[in-house]
């Protein structure tokens, strides 16, 4: 932890009562140590930087004004909320930010009661704060007060709309702050970014307004009753006035701002202001990603997540990849562009996440066949789906995670009419750091019983170019290509474009291991899905190296979920007495799964060994820290092979 001098403020604070002892004029440089803090801590143990140092002085206001935890902040995303787990009791163990068994790496309930509730993923704090909101009133806690806090990227997502409506229609006193960078992970977009770009609201006013409200209430003239009305008949007045119309107040939300974010002291002014405003209300603050460093806030999206870096310099500690295989997401970015040139009717497609994907390698040469919808994966994948239905071949990709958010528009929009779109899930299984609520553990499992889906899942960039050329070819209907996170296994990643007959696996080894005589062996088939291959092989080879088993070992990529390769399933349905299925996704309804049924329903009663990620959430560490906890790492794979071999001596056969 650093020294005495530089934290005076801040060694003082364990909690937000320590900090509500401090005198207002004490919170900028309370905000400035907080800044500094985080900025030593992220340089040497990764995480996200530009977006807690923009949230400093909403975070400190918040706590300052509020009593929490009996009052209810919840954060939108927890990309913001590193000063707020400084504040709350976790300063000291905070360099263990992210790591395995250490602080989770979004705010959530499980760690501490100033979490209140999960935000790894956007745009659900309005909804779940108004539900909070709401339940204060019915439990007798009528003097709590909630606080969203949501992003301006965030805010463009449509569960937040919904949010919105129905706290203009549900009795509440909600406070919900949007935190307006311009930003979400790469630049926000869409028509939500350029409406709070142009929204202004004079300060003076409202706070006229505000105190005229005061007076009605106390005269008794302003009751809830005839509230509605008045703020109606206002808003319609103001907008013909300005000429523009509130979009928040058009739904009956007050909206207040915008403000200065980074004006801690009026932030606390404002705040006060509206502690005890009854009904629900928006407050609006402009805030810079990165705010106080300025490596930062020249380059926003690139110091989201920047790895460990100089917090003296701003040098970025970035490890050399020359020699080493390029990242997936990388080889999909490359191989779309090569295929859009050569076919017109293919667009990229992202919800807001084109440097994550790498569809901005295709964006900066056709920009006008590429779209960034916004933190939407929903629309994202009915927007493909509309493309689809009128001739154009969209590739929608979408990490794994926040696929699940578009689980209907799959089904209905996508799957039903059988329509070409490919959807590429990246970060798919394990991600690591990002814990619980970023894994992509559960696309296999949910994507496999919707009929009309091809699913397909790389073991290495050749094998994912070859799947992307295949899935544009006509009658190729919904297509999905599942890939990890992180670099692949080919230096020299580049192949030509050859299709994959569709529903076709690979056998990679096959060969029996020496045995002494008299000894009857068994017969061992693993069947991998994507880059769980190649530890496989790793297994394998140490095995035969060590030439302590016995047996017939056969290893198969099945490269295709669905259709699964049948000739495959037959032939190890009549040849081997011991089957090992191994994936990185969820136990139940994958691989393994759908192993087990096809063999059942043929009637080959073989064991099936299934290793896979348990039935259980799993929670932050690095990837092959989680794989070997899930027991899908080479070890523990070679392990299950070592025993499912063990010979049984009976007469040689």
């Known amino acids: 932890m650093s020294n005495e001098n530089t934290f005076k403020l801040l060694n003082k604070i364990d909690s937000p009562a320590d900090l509500r002892k401090l005198s207002i004029d004490e919170l900028p440089i309370l905000c400035e140590e907080l800044r500094k803090d985080i900025i030593q801590e992220v340089a040497v143990n990764p995480g996200h930087l530009a977006s807690s140092l923009g949230a400093i002085e909403i ?19 927890g990309h913001q909320a590193y000063g707020h787990k400084i504040l709350t009791h976790r300063r000291e163990c905070f360099c263990e930010n992210r790591k395995k068994d250490g602080l989770m790496p979004f705010p959530s309930p499980k760690e501490s009661e100033y979490d209140t509730f999960t935000c790894g993923h956007a745009s659900n704090s309005i909804s779940a704060a108004l539900g909070m909101a709401v339940a204060a009133k019915m439990t007798n806690h009528p003097e709590r007060h909630v606080v969203a806090i949501i992003g301006d990227g965030a805010m463009s997502g449509g569960l937040a709309f919904e949010g919105l409506n129905n706290a203009s229609s549900q009795p509440n006193d909600l406070l919900i702050i949007l935190n307006d960078n311009d930003m979400s992970i790469d630049r926000a977009v869409g028509g939500m970014q350029q409406y ?33 009305g008045i703020i109606r008949l206002n ?13 928040f ?23 006060n202001q509206l502690k005890n405003m009854k009904g629900p209300k928006l407050l609006h603050l402009h805030t810079i990603k990165g705010k106080g460093y300025k490596p930062a806030e020249k380059s926003a999206t690139v110091w989201h997540a920047p790895g460990k870096f100089d917090p003296e310099t701003g ?13 997936f997401q990388d080889v999909f970015g490359h191989t779309l562009l090569e295929l859009a040139k050569s076919n017109p009717r293919i667009v990229g497609v992202t919800p807001a996440m084109p440097t994550g994907c790498s569809m901005n390698i295709m964006m900066k040469e056709m920009a006008d066949r590429t779209f960034d919808v916004g933190i939407a994966e929903g629309h994202a994948m009915t927007f493909s789906a509309g493309m689809a239905k009128d001739g154009l071949q969209p ?6 995670s926040f696929a699940q958010r578009a689980y209907d528009n799959i089904i209905h929009d996508a799957a039903i009419l059988n329509l070409p779109v490919v959807l590429c899930l990246d970060r798919a299984g394990l991600v690591g750091e990002d814990g619980a609520t970023h894994h992509g553990a559960f696309d296999m499992a949910f994507l496999r019983p919707i009929p009309n889906v091809t699913i397909a899942s790389p073991m290495n960039e050749h094998e994912l170019r070859r799947l992307m050329f295949t899935a544009q070819l006509p009658e190729k209907g919904f297509f999905v290509i599942r890939y990890p996170r992180g670099g692949g296994a080919l230096v020299d990643w580049q192949c030509p474009l050859e299709e994959v007959k569709v529903g076709t696996g690979r056998k990679l080894y096959d060969k029996i291991l020496a045995h002494k005589k008299g000894e009857t062996t068994k017969n061992v088939a693993v069947l991998t899905i994507g880059p769980m291959g190649h530890d496989t092989l790793k ?12 047996g017939r070992i056969a290893h198969y990529d099945m490269r295709f979920l669905k259709p699964i390769d049948e000739n495959i399933l037959e032939e190890v349905g009549q040849n081997f007495s011991e089957v090992i299925t191994v994936e990185d996704g969820t136990k139940n309804g994958g691989l393994g799964t759908a192993v087990m049924e096809w063999l059942n329903e ?17 929670e932050q560490g690095t990837v092959q820290q989680l794989r070997q906890l899930c027991g899908i790492d080479k070890d523990s794979i070679k392990r299950e092979i070592e025993k499912r071999l063990q010979a049984t001596h009976i007469t040689e056969v």
């Open 315 to 327: 040098k970025r500690l970035v490890q050399d990849s020359s020699n080493k295989p390029p990242k």
């Open 196 to 228: 709070l770009l142009n929204l202004d609201t004079n300060e003076t006013y409202n706070r006229l307004r505000f105190k005229a409200s005061q007076w009605l209430h106390a005269k008794g003239i302003l009751n809830d009753k005839r509230r509605k």
């Open 59 to 77: 975070t400190v206001a918040c706590h300052y004004v509020f009593d929490t935890p009996e009052d209810r902040i919840v954060w939108d995303v």
């Open 395 to 400: 590739f929608c990709n979408i990490y794994s």
């Open 539 to 550: 297994a394998i080879e140490e095995i035969e190296q060590e030439g302590k088993s016995a």
């Open 235 to 247: 808003n319609a007045i103001k907008s013909a006035l300005a000429q523009q119309q509130n979009l």
């Open 602 to 618: 043929h009637n080959h009663n073989i064991h099936v060994q299934r290793l896979a990620l348990p039935d259980q959430f799993v």
């Open 249 to 271: 107040e058009g739904m009956d939300i007050r909206y207040f701002g915008p403000f200065d974010g980074h004006d801690v002291k009026e932030v606390v002014r404002v705040l």
